[in-house]
Nanobody
Framework: QVQLVESGGGLVQPGGSLRLSCAAS????????MGWYRQAPGKQRELVAG???????NYAASVKGRFTISRDNAKNTVYLQMNSLKPEDTAVYYC??????????????WGQGTQVTVSS
């Protein structure tokens, strides 16, 4: 059984910073890509940032230059450093990881979501 556990969300003022973490646990043979998605009320879930096992990174245009994704392969953990936050960044943020297990060479797992609210 694989689980993704997220932490680090909360309430922050515009211009502030938050750091999200997502740790994968369970019987894991390897982790391919990891990423962060977000979903605001009334909107579709969208990719915020992704990072491959080789370290290739991509960002949504709306967060480029403000957010930084990184991963610690030894800890099976992905991070999202969010700076210069704006009210439009308010959303539930979800961690995603494509993981190899004894049952599957690649399966997408999701975290439970963590609320990020940017408001004065």
């Amino acid at each position: 059984q694989v689980q993704l556990v997220e932490s680090g969300g909360g309430l922050v003022q515009p211009g502030g910073s938050l750091r999200l973490s997502c740790a994968a646990s369970g019987t894991i043979f390897g982790i391919h890509a990891m990423g962060w998605y977000r979903q605001a009320p009334g909107k579709q879930r969208e990719l915020v940032a992704g990072i491959t096992s080789g370290g290739s990174i991509n960002y949504a245009a709306s967060v480029k230059g403000r957010f930084t994704i990184s991963r610690d392969n030894a800890k099976n953990t992905v991070y999202l450093q969010m700076n210069s936050l704006k009210p439009e960044d308010t959303a539930v943020y979800y961690c995603n990881a494509r993981i190899a297990t004894p049952k599957s060479s690649a399966y997408d797992y999701w975290g439970q979501g963590t609320q990020v609210t940017v408001s004065s």
